[in-house]
């Protein structure tokens, strides 16, 4: 799995590997705070609505489980069953789906596969 690839890639000479770029405070806080307000405003939803556009699944995760990464095994396992349910594509539309601008609906749900196929592949691991 995506496990392994990183245990390589651990091994790798520094030089070889681009440096891993930090995502900032700032963009973490921007992500979070769509995030938030996604799930709990009643705003349309079109695409520019969902975070984490252009960003790795790890970077998503580890958006997603901040505050909670550092802590007890048993407590991430919690927020990710959370955050799995949340972003799970058929829960997204039963819960917000008359939300979702029609004509953008295939770019967002893309997109919220996206994030729940990067929390799949965190739980997996």
């Known amino acids: 799995g995506k496990g392994m690839r990183v245990m390589v890639m651990g091994r790798m000479a520094k030089e070889d590997m681009e440096p891993e770029k930090e995502l900032e405070e700032a963009q973490i806080k921007k992500e979070q705070r769509k995030c938030d307000k996604l799930f709990s405003s009643s705003a349309p939803i079109n695409i520019e609505a969902i975070p984490f556009h252009g960003l790795k ?32 594509p058929d829960k ?14 295939d770019q967002v749900m893309e997109r919220v596969k996206t994030v729940s196929q990067a929390l799949n592949d965190y739980g997996k691991s």
Do not use: A
């Not at 580890?62 to 990710?80: A, P, T």
């Not at 997204?92 to 609906?105: C, D, I, S, T, Y």
């Open 92 to 105: 997204f539309l039963q819960k917000l789906g008359m939300r979702v601008v029609p004509e953008e609906k």
């Open 57 to 88: 699944s790890q970077e998503v995760v580890s958006i997603l489980l901040r505050g909670v990464i550092m802590s007890e095994q048993s407590v991430v396992k919690i927020r990710i069953r959370e955050e799995v349910r949340r972003w799970h």
